[in-house]
């Protein structure tokens, strides 16, 4: 809703030559709040296994440093209404679980099975917004729909390459395995701070 909110301001911004409204998406970044990571290092320090709902499952990995990288491209390249969305690499959960034993001790894994609601992967962006997508390198840039709310014209003036593309998901963006996910784990200050408390 807050997307469509700041779309429909960078319409009126743009019209008037005032400030320039864009928007940047992404997952959760690593060892924020809403973050597994934690979970998983408090489980080990307790000698608890780690538990994970479904090993299989996918989440883009995000560093703090990249999420500020992907807002300082949005405020250098944006034009009004554009969504920008970092390439990022994923990690099953199961090898997330791994990595962070790996780091932190093996105390085994208890799989708890997936709750109500929660989604086997990340979708960053849809195959809609991916065949209005410029690819910039290490981000996509989304242009904003231009469409108006006349729908009658597309009875007989349609957009016949609308939707086509594949959606962007951590099921088919880089997956890394446990060591790299490993490498990726360690440029958390988080991360960094609860193995130097451990030695």
């Known amino acids: 809703m807050m997307e469509r909110v700041i779309y429909a301001n960078a319409r009126v911004a743009a019209e008037r030559g005032g ?9 959760n970044v690593m060892c924020s709040r809403g973050s597994v990571i934690p979970l998983f290092i408090d489980q080990i320090k307790n000698g608890l296994p780690v538990t994970v709902t479904d090993p299989g499952m996918t ?23 554009d969504l920008f969305i970092q390439k990022s690499d994923a990690s099953t959960i199961g090898n997330l679980a791994k990595a962070v034993q790996k780091l ?6 208890k799989v708890i099975g ?21 690819d910039m390198g290490d981000y996509y840039r989304v242009f904003p729909d231009g469409r108006d709310l006349n729908y009658d014209k597309f009875f007989t ?16 963006t880089r ?8 490498e990726k784990l ?4 988080y991360v960094r701070r609860a193995l130097n408390e451990r030695n």
């Not at 989440?59 to 250098?76: I, K, T, W």
């Not at 997936?114 to 410029?134: C, N, Q, V, W």
């Not at 997956?175 to 490993?182: E, H, P």
């Open 19 to 27: 400030t320039v409204i864009c928007c940047t998406r992404y997952g």
């Open 104 to 109: 932190f001790g093996d105390t085994g894994t």
């Open 114 to 134: 997936t709750r109500h609601g929660e989604k086997l992967y990340e979708t960053l962006m849809t195959s809609e917004e991916r065949a209005r997508s410029e």
């Open 59 to 81: 989440r883009f990995l995000m560093n703090l440093d990249e999420a500020v990288g992907l807002v300082s491209f949005a405020f250098e390249h944006a034009e009004p209404g």
């Open 157 to 172: 003036d349609g957009k016949p390459d609308s939707g086509r593309g594949e959606p962007y998901t951590s099921n088919n």
């Open 175 to 182: 997956l890394l395995d446990v060591d790299g996910v490993v």
């Open 186 to 189: 360690v440029t958390t200050d």
